[in-house]
């Protein structure tokens, strides 16, 4: 079945260009149609009355008749402290699934008012419908953040997400894709919210369980099933989690109350292309002697970045089949679950309950899971290979396993692209790549299936010259460039990174020659979501100080820490702080940036 759900996925985008309805009033009506095979509905959570795709042949929403904290045991919820398990005490964070229809159709027909709405519900709830308001930044507005489960879209649903933003102008209207292979909407109004999340689900997408106490996106190879040293097909075990989790999209309360955010990344080969190490659970691809002609991971436990704690993951010590892989992140769900903190908000991610139980403990519990579902036990971990190995790049021209086919990888500056770019990818994967476009976790995308003798076309294509978007044939800052939403989007940013990152790495290219690959990494805060920690250079947003020459006296500007020695691949590194409080200006920065890739990196001013 996932099988033959990730190929209607595949093939499902060789229509042109949809109708640019008004969003506001009609979502989508034209591109959806184009991707309905790929709402599937198994994997339904058995507590919806009905399959919520069937609310308009129904002409009603369907009940749920369970939430969160159904699934929960007793002394879990008795023990929760702080606000946000309060709240959900109130009400669960799965009421979001109905009410975001509910309160978008009253907005709608002035039924209510903004000022009339609870601030809970809109600022805290609907995040756990994907709808995450920006009253700092954008008011009245929301991010919509997406599940896209191994960074796999079509072209038609990549024209679905352009035309959900384009009502909202150039400015506010993008979309961005992030460092978990995912996709974010930006603009979109509450009023506008229903028809949204209707049509994300309608073309085999959805937003439901993306934010707060859920699951976040599942990572994945970019090259599963293309790479020619791939261990495991990430595809349907990252597919198949999601499935199991979300309910096929449409929400499941069994997963939704946990006591923190939680993080998976599979991993197809020895590249880690998913950055597993910094992910609540980490599955590694691995062959073990025992059973060499069966696909399987390493396990890594509780890596995370916050505030207050950045935790590489720890080894499990154990070996799971891709078969049983699903059933294994159920199993660690549940007890992270049932027996997770839910007190300091700052001590309640996977790595606390491991320090606190043991690995131990933890190891015999999810057995004790396994066995009650009828799965195997783990294994003890395969021993790592003996041989070197490294990371490969994916952006630009590479061969694929398939005779005469190729993957490009088209740089997308810092992950951010307009409506018009968003049509141009989907464009450019209907001619060349079937309608196929991958994500990376360094916001970037590949084109897959490229006949090989039509690659010099597509890199002909004037859409690839002049353009933001582009397949990079030297090496430079640009091509190993990511970045948060930093403060332009984001509530918690110190510091604007988007467009200065792209300005910077610009001025930086043109006056510098690289001897090698470089990643620059820009965060806004100290929660890293650009992973500042992993970059060979990363950026963190903090206060900073520089003199104001007109009163001769020091004053506050938006600066960075700097981050260096970060590693990715198959023996991953966190990089250490080498600078405090530099001011982030662009006219301060670049030089400061410049004598560090001289000095570091072997950097040579261009001739």
């Known amino acids: 079945m996932l099988a033959l759900l990730i190929a209607l996925c595949s093939a499902i985008s060789t229509a042109g260009r949809p109708a640019r309805s008004a969003l506001r009033r009609s979502p989508s009506r034209s591109s959806v149609a184009l991707c309905d095979a790929a709402s599937a509905s198994s994997g339904v959570s058995p507590a919806w009355e009905f399959d919520p795709l069937e609310a308009k042949s129904r002409g009603r929403r369907p009940k749920l008749l369970k939430t969160g904290s159904d699934y929960v045991r007793a002394e879990a919820l008795e023990s929760g402290a702080n606000k946000f398990e309060k709240m959900k005490n109130e009400k669960d964070g799965t009421a979001a699934w109905t009410e975001i229809h509910e309160l978008s159709a009253k907005l709608r027909a002035g039924e209510c008012t903004w000022e009339e709405l609870n601030l809970d519900d809109i600022n805290l709830r609907l995040k756990w419908a994907g709808f995450f308001h920006r009253p700092k930044e954008a008011p009245r507005t929301f991010m919509v953040r997406l599940k896209v489960p191994n960074g796999v879209i079509t072209a038609a649903q990549a024209r679905v997400f352009a035309d959900l933003v384009e009502p909202y102008g150039p400015k506010l209207g993008v979309v961005d894709i992030t460092t978990r292979q995912n996709i974010q909407l930006r603009g979109i109004t509450l009023e506008d919210a229903s028809h949204v999340a209707d049509a994300l689900l309608e073309c085999g997408l959805g937003s439901f369980m993306s934010g707060l106490d859920n699951v976040r996106n599942l990572v994945g190879s970019p090259i599963a099933g293309l790479d020619p040293h791939e261990l495991v097909d990430t595809r349907p075990v990252c597919a198949q989690i999601n499935s199991d989790i979300t309910g096929a999209f449409r929400g499941n309360p069994e997963w939704a109350n946990l006591p923190r955010k939680f993080n998976i990344a599979v991993s197809g080969s020895r590249d880690d292309f998913s950055h597993t190490t910094i992910n609540d659970i980490g599955l590694q691809a691995a062959v073990h002697p025992d059973c060499p002609s069966e696909p399987g991971f390493n396990i890594v436990l509780g890596g995370y970045f916050s505030i207050k704690r950045v935790a590489e993951s720890i ?36 790595m606390w309950l491991l320090e606190e139980r043991g690995l131990d403990w933890f190891r015999a519990m999810v057995n004790e899971i396994l066995a009650r579902r009828g799965v195997d036990a783990l294994r003890a971990a395969a ?225």
């Open 315 to 350: 080894p499990m010590g154990a070996w799971v089949s891709a078969r049983d892989a699903p059933a294994f992140s159920l199993a660690v769900l549940e007890v992270f679950r049932d027996y997770g903190r839910r007190e300091d908000r700052q001590k309640t991610r996977l």
């Open 383 to 607: 021993p790592p290979p003996a041989d070197a190995f490294s990371r490969r790049d994916l952006l630009g021209v590479h061969t694929q396993r398939q005779e005469g086919k190729s993957w490009v990888g088209v740089t997308v500056p810092v992950g951010r692209l307009s409506v018009g770019e968003v049509r141009v990818l989907a464009d450019l994967a209907d001619k060349y790549s079937a309608g196929e476009i991958r994500l990376t976790v360094e916001q970037n995308a590949l084109l897959p299936n490229v006949d090989t003798a039509r690659v010099p076309e597509l890199l002909a294509e004037p859409a690839l010259h002049g353009g933001r978007l582009r397949v990079e044939h030297e090496l430079s800052l640009m091509r190993g460039l990511v970045s948060c939403t930093g403060s332009e989007f984001c509530g918690q940013g110190l510091v604007e990174t988007k467009h200065r990152a792209v300005r910077v790495a610009e001025r930086l290219d043109a006056e510098l020659e690289l001897p090698r690959l470089v990643r620059l990494h820009w965060t806004g805060c100290p929660n890293s979501c650009g992973q500042a920690q992993v970059g060979d250079i990363g950026l963190m947003g903090a206060p900073a100080k520089k003199l104001n020459p007109e009163t001769g006296k020091m004053m506050g500007v938006e600066g960075v820490q700097v981050f260096l020695g970060g590693e990715v691949g198959e023996h991953p590194e966190l990089g250490s702080k080498f600078e405090t409080a530099v001011p982030a200006d662009d006219d301060e920065l670049v030089p400061h940036l410049r004598e560090l890739l001289i000095s570091k990196f072997g950097a040579t001013p261009r001739k």
